[in-house]
């Protein structure tokens, strides 16, 4: 049977939401509320939002982390983008989508479309896109969700194909809405290599609602609205928006409290968020929980690794899950986040199809809690003198002034079983992309939010051939689950599917998930257009925003 679904979303196979076969056909029509035009540009205030956050790159293929994220999601628009609020896509620079094959998806573009430098934007650029990203295979980078894309053909200028490597890959068009999916000017970018940021703003190769008018790396940017732009967000409501980095989150609240700047977009700490609350002049918006945080063990350099004088897969190993026997999570929400974050047990959130809490079951005293006597008899098992030194590295520019509480509960947990001895190191976020994948941090911090709604965005990339934490695990079982899920069309498979990968992998202890919860967005009560419901995947968009 075939289901037409007219101007129906698209919707991934997560949180419940409706499975799509094979022979499903989606006619998607753009809806865009606001005409285009330079009449229709309006807003002559200028709205500052602040951030701590950093930026790493503003070339799409080169940057795969929310500071980045910020702007591009901005400046680069998509052939489809979420829903606000909802984990459905819809069309952006694309009027339709359909599936033309078991193993191939049509796109056709809006007609007419340009960048902010006056180029024609077409399929032609659509392709160059997705196979620089594919080529370039940047380690910081979002090529990994590209995982089943064989080819992309433009037959004509409105006409892109993508042809997939597996078949009934309904969770596609979900990544043509990622960052994987940004659209950039194939006359000013390299085919093989990533741009510097000097020579991004100067070509002026915008696709998304805004551009940059000025560009101070990490310090202050400006941008204007892209009178080019016909995507889906319309017509930006205030024409110029300026985005002001912060080292000190401190400084941050006391500039939004005083109104020196207008809304704040990562990172403050809980306390600062529950203080900002009850400001009459202040309004703290928060969305669903889909945001995790987590440790990552690095194979070749962790205690045991692959790379050290003493290699030794098994006492490795026993490390792992000693380590996932100690941590206390109910203690770290407590403590560090007033219970603004949950304790997490697999790297799939909860409320998500599929998510099952294995290291619940497996680790500790197998009920959620840590078991000082389970890790020690682990690491004797394994003839592993103790304490075993952790180096743990952790980033606050990133992931939040708080991750210097949070990485100091974890130290105290660990060293209050006397097993390890942890030394805590923490870097700024544009050098620990860096030094991570060259395999300089035995121990980290990430964090992770969904790229599109579904249990496999919390497994593929980082269990897959091309896991993007790139810490050297692998695991052809997992691998093997993992591509059967993402093509699977009978639901309770998939969902078996989703659970046995996530068993697996726990049993090997590649990462320990620690935290699920969300991201706060802060605004001046003059600001309105940020929705009741954050965007699901936590891009703070600003086409909306006005200021009285």
Known sequence: MTRHLGTRPVRPGGLGALSLGTALLLALTACTSSKNGDSAVSGGKTITVGTTDQVTSLDPAGAWDAGSGTIESEVYATLLSTETGSPDVLPDLASKIEPTGPKEYTVTLKKNLTFGNGHDLTSSDVKFSFDR??????????????????????????????????????????????????IVDEQVFPA???????????????????????????????????RGYRGRQGTPKVRKIQLKYYTNAGNLKLDVQQGTIDAVYRTLTTADLDDLATKKDVKVHTGSGNGIRYIVFDFATQPYGTKTKNADKRKALAVRQAVADSVD????????????????????????????????????????????SAAAARLKTADVTTPVTLNLQYNTDHYGSSSADEYALIKTQLEATGLFKVNLQSTEW???????????????????????????????????????????????????????EETETDPAQRTEQLKQAQDKAAASVPLIPLLQGSTAIVTRTDVSGVPSELDATYTFRWAGLAKR
């Open 133 to 182: 990203t594919v080529k370039i295979a940047d380690e910081n980078g979002p090529s990994s969700l590209l995982y089943n894309l064989a080819s992309v053909a433009a037959p004509t200028p409105t006409t892109v194909v993508f042809t997939l490597k597996s078949a009934d890959d309904t969770l596609f068009p979900q990544v043509l809405s990622t960052a994987a999916g940004y």
């Open 192 to 226: 093989d290599k990533i741009l510097d940021d000097g020579a991004v703003v100067a070509a002026k190769p915008w696709s998304g609602p805004y551009g940059v008018t000025s560009y101070d790396k990490n310090s202050l940017v400006s941008f204007t609205a892209n």
């Open 329 to 372: 999570r109910a203690q770290l929400a407590q403590q560090v986040y007033k219970n603004t974050y949950q304790p997490l047990y697999t790297p799939v959130p909860d409320g998500f199809t599929g998510a099952t809490p294995s290291f619940r079951s497996l680790y500790g005293d197998k009920k959620g809690g840590p078991d000082k």
């Open 430 to 484: 544009t050098q620990y992309g860096k030094d991570r994948i060259a395999h300089q941090y035995p121990l980290y911090q990430l964090g992770w939010y969904a790229d599109y709604l579904d249990a496999d965005n919390y497994l593929s990339p980082f269990f897959s051939a091309n896991s993007w934490i790139a810490n050297g695990y692998a695991d052809p079982a997992v691998r093997a689950l993992i591509k059967k």
